[in-house]
């Protein structure tokens, strides 16, 4: 008996035994198949968006911060609109033809737009390999129609301004530079009148050279979101390689726009880097490389000298640039440094900054597996951060993001299902900042 109770014993023993190994396949299945780790899972980074849209290719924020859109290599254009609740879609307000010219030769695209009281936004594309629809000399641009930025004048050939990028790998490239612009009246019957090159000019053609492949120098007039944005005036900052005839250099001076058909004169700051000027009461800032790094400047002063390689090291947002080395970031007028403590930002990816300036967004993606990823909430002000990471939070292919106001923010993801390709969804700061956890509050 004494055996045979050991025996039970023993074989009670291992059931539970197996009962044991089994529960903990059953919890790891379970911990693999969780909804934690399935889009659908509310507990997830993306559960958490207030709303979102499902589409083939990425969102883009429009120069109407509440307005996005997509567009196709064929030059299909598609508007989203988010309401303070909702991200739809929604019809564009009309399409109108153009065809500006360039080099001597007209670029035929349609452009698609939405009109909100006194502003527009507008895209279109010439890319003869979708389309079919090729003219000499050029193979593509990128078509940007909107509102004059405050000050610029009030004439009848300045009705809104178009902008034009002919480099293809831009199109999803959230900072274009643009290196055609012209006044435009998109409601004038006459084609020709739409973008008349005589007397819509943005910035005056003279002196202008073609290059050996028979184009126009594309980095005559070159202005970025910075440029615009700085003159109220309407006198606008842009770059200009039209002094060196070295076309290998790159290299670039600051212009400033003195009128659409007057004299443009140049500024004396010259051999300038990194495309980026901003004018402000205390004058132009800009960079330029020094032997172990790059210096900013306003007007004639070294304000900064900033260590490593921009390209490398450093991401820029408006007026800000974060040192991914140090998780210090810059506010490039101010001289304000705001230091994240024990944050790890060396794999940084994306960097913005609210409208005011006083909340910032970084992710960051491992190189080695791009689907970890994080996301830190920081306050400019204090310094304070919270930081969240898990697996595909923002989409790896596109990944940009941008404020639409001091709380909400807008990025894509992979999408939750279905054909599409992208969600793009739209997050509260102030609660994805609330419910990270916190690895460091300095």
Known sequence: MKKKRVST???VTVIIAVLAV???SVTLVIHFLSPSDHPEDPQR???HSLTSADSDLPLMQSDIDTIFYTIAQDGQV???EYTGEELQPVEPTGSVKVAPQ???IQIPATLYYIQRGDEITGYGLYHPEATGSAVTLYTYFFFNMRTLPPGYPDEDNTQFLLL???DADDLYNPDKTYDESFFIQPFEADIEKRTDFDRNQFVSQVNRMPGTDGRYWSDFA??????????????ALFFSGRKYTDRSERAVDIYRRNGSSGAVLTTKYTGVDYLYAYQDTSGIHYMRRSESGFDLYCDDTIVRSFEGDYSTRYLRSGNYLLDRDTACVYDLLTGRETAFEGADLSEAVLFAVSPSGGRCIVGTMRESDPSQQSL??????SADYTVRSEGLMFSASNAALCFIDENTYFHNTASSGGDATYSGRIFSFDTMSQSAETEETA
């Open 78 to 80: 598609s508007f989203y």
């Open 376 to 381: 830190l909430f920081g306050d400019l002000e």
């Open 222 to 235: 070159v202005f970025t979101e910075d440029t615009l944005a700085c003159a109220e005036d309407g006198r």
């Open 164 to 166: 034009m990028d002919s």
């Open 9 to 11: 014993a023993m074989i």
């Open 102 to 104: 360039c080099s001597g």
């Open 22 to 24: 089994l529960a903990l």
């Open 45 to 47: 980074y993306v559960g």
